[in-house]
């Protein structure tokens, strides 16, 4: 098979028509993806990763254009293409794995259907035929009881099983180039790399090419032979993964590097400066949540000191959030004991747990749901203070001012409404509505989960400054270790309800007692960067 390229961008630019005229997205765009290798795109979001794509495999949206610049697909240039050549490239060529499994599933049609929509499209067997080769692509990716998964609809798999359902509609018509638009960012750790994995094998087994978009420069280490870091449209770095991951040239790419939690896990634990003897502000005994014969909490128990960060730690399912829920006073458990400052949670009434927002604030995991679209930031933010403290105007502006001083967002946002800000001045818009109360104790649900690394570090900074200049408490709730191990001082992790480890993070980190725990730790990207094995591209 000949090694030359499969995907060959020179040169590219890209801008789309606005009501404002055109603006610039892709500008001087270069790469190739050879078979058997992985080419990674790295960026924020905005950086011109997904269009670059998109232009790889003709899917710009109508208000977009190539100005410059080849994409050549097997050696032809893909301008040459009409829409009935596009349908005869996509799939059968190339194959795409898009970001989100929730969204890229029609939720009402079966997922053999979705699986089998290329065959069908393309003529490919009879429909008997088609049902064997869907369930022996099922089968290939990993799914259990690929029979029965065939018959069933999205709604019913979980989001690993849904993203190995995308993995097998993409091989299904044997393409050559595979092309994955962020195909792990929504899955918890342990499944991203289960996934990353398979593709591995893939890629392997079938001498695939892989152009893999990511915003995780710990992901394109581990994966990766060549690496493309983008910036604003621009390439700012490339080469094989060993040369920009070790000598970066590139201050983005160092900047990158320095804000990735996983790339710096080893050495990031140990300086949290907490007193010993601080007083405990939380004391969760033998709490457990169930649901009728469900039990989604079971007999959990830890405490959390004063000025301390603690971390509730697992995969999706694990009880992670419906615990934090209870500590926030939102429901109430089926049994066991939540205390703070030695006042009892669990038997509040409903005036006392009212109360209780003064104390106790959830940041929620997704900026973009979780402020009101229609009210001004200074509404969203001083929002608590009318509610629960009966501020006056003058005084709620005054002190809003104040918070978004407090959260490093200039006084005009308060004009501004959601959709004119960024995912990181969203989440710290929310933060300030939790701190506007001085409250004793903060319950972070996934609160950086959502956001690209670059913002992530600058959101757990302002948390660790807030902490420190205030004194307050934080329950984190995570899916990521390497996050936990550089926020916490003392963690939780939980599986399927139960709490499986429990102690200092260093202690946990260094002495996992715990299969989960180890999985989880084993699952944090960047560990060939870590471990000094990197791809050289030879």
Known sequence: MSDSPLLDIEDLVVSYDTSHGPVAAVNGVSLQVRPGEITAIVGESGSGKSTTAQ??????????????????????????????????????????????????????????????????????????????????????????HPEKRHDQYPHELSGGMKQRALIAAALALEPELIIADEPTSALDVTVQKVILDLLDDMRREH??????????????????????????????????????LTD??????????????????????GDRRRAPDAPVLLDVESVTQRYGDFTAVDDVSFTVARGSTHAIVGESGSGKTTLGRSIAAFHQPTEGSIRLDGREITTATHRQRRALRRDVQLVYQNPYSSLNPRQTIGDIIAEPLR??????????TRQVDSYLDLVALDRGTAQRRPAELSGGQRQRVAIARALILEPELVVLDEAVSALDVTVQAQILRLLEDLQAELGLTYVFISHDLAVVRQ?????????????????????VFDHPTSDVTRTLIDAIPGGNYRGGVLNLGL
């Open 55 to 144: 232009a790889a495999i003709g899917l710009l949206p109508g208000n977009a254009r190539i100005d410059a610049g080849a994409v050549r697909l097997h050696g032809t240039p893909v301008s040459e293409f009409n829409e009935r050549a596009w349908r005869g490239v996509r799939g059968t060529r190339v194959g795409l794995i898009p970001q989100d499994p929730n969204n890229s599933l029609n939720p009402v049609r079966t997922i053999g259907a979705s699986v089998g929509e290329g065959l069908a499209i393309h003529g490919r067997g009879s429909a008997a035929a088609r049902r064997e080769r869907v369930i022996e692509l099922l089968t290939q990716v990993g799914i259990d």
């Open 207 to 244: 001498h695939l090419g892989i152009l893999l978009i990511t915003h995780d420069l710990a992901v394109a280490g581990d994966r990766a032979d060549h690496i493309v870091v983008m910036e604003r449209g621009e390439v700012r770095e490339s080469g094989v993964a060993a040369s920009v």
């Open 248 to 269: 970066p040239r590139a201050p983005y790419t160092r900047q990158l590097l320095a804000d990735a939690p996983s790339l710096a896990t080893a050495t990031a634990v």
């Open 387 to 396: 509610n629960l403290s009966g501020a006056s105007r003058r005084e709620a």
């Open 487 to 507: 926020i916490s001082d003392t963690v939780s992790v939980l599986s399927r309800g139960r709490q499986v480890e429990y102690g200092p993070t260093a202690a």
